[in-house]
């Protein structure tokens, strides 16, 4: 699974990284979300989902690769 973000759709919300922290941060400048972890482990797919879910712009996707 590889984990893709749309940053121009990022509202730098932050919940990925609430729901992800050892998968996504937030850049210092503007709060857009960065990917830290673009193929996560099969332990971190959980979070990852929940990241997905609960993106207020719908901006991450989990692809099946």
Do not use: H, N, W, Y
Not at 42 to 48: G, M, R, S
């Amino acid at each position: 699974m590889r984990v893709e973000l749309d940053e121009p759709k990022c509202v730098a919300s932050g919940q990925c990284v609430i729901a992800a922290p050892d998968v996504f941060d937030q850049r210092d400048d503007d709060g857009v979300a960065i990917v830290l972890e673009e193929r996560p482990g099969d332990e971190l797919l959980d979070e990852v989902r929940e990241a997905v879910a609960i993106c207020p712009a719908a901006a991450i996707r989990l692809v099946d690769q």
